[in-house]
């Protein structure tokens, strides 16, 4: 069975940084692709990161610059590093197996605020 568990979320200052971590297992997570998504009060939930498993990365326009997505194979784990971060960053994050986030964790609340 597959499972994915985040954390590193926290109520941070505008301008502030966070690092998210999420730790897979149930699957060959060397060869998978990793997303982060996101679900804002009210919204649907937003691709924001990609990470392919030759380190093939992408992000959406809304965080590049400023979000930096990795991964550590030997730990079957993918970080996001949220940097310079701005209210509307507030947020559940998520990380999946697919850019639609139907495969996630149960999330880590980011909250951004001062």
């Known amino acids: 069975e597959e499972h994915l568990v985040e954390s590193g979320g926290g109520l941070v200052q505008p301008g502030g940084s966070l690092r998210l971590t999420c730790v897979a297992s149930?699957?060959?997570?060397?060869?998978?692709?990793m997303y982060w998504v996101r679900q804002a009060p009210g919204e649907g939930l937003e691709w924001i990161a990609r990470?392919?498993?030759?380190?093939?990365?992408t992000y959406a326009e809304s965080v590049k610059g400023r979000f930096t997505i990795s991964r550590d194979n030997a730990k079957n784990t993918v970080y996001l590093q949220l940097s310079n971060l701005k209210t509307e960053d507030t947020a559940m994050y998520y990380c999946?197996?697919?850019?639609?986030?139907?495969?996630r964790g149960q999330g880590t609340q980011v909250t951004v605020s001062s």
């Open positions: 990470i392919g498993n030759i380190i093939k990365i």
């Open positions: 999946a197996r697919d850019r639609e986030g139907r495969v």
């Open positions: 149930g699957f060959d997570f060397s060869r998978a692709p």
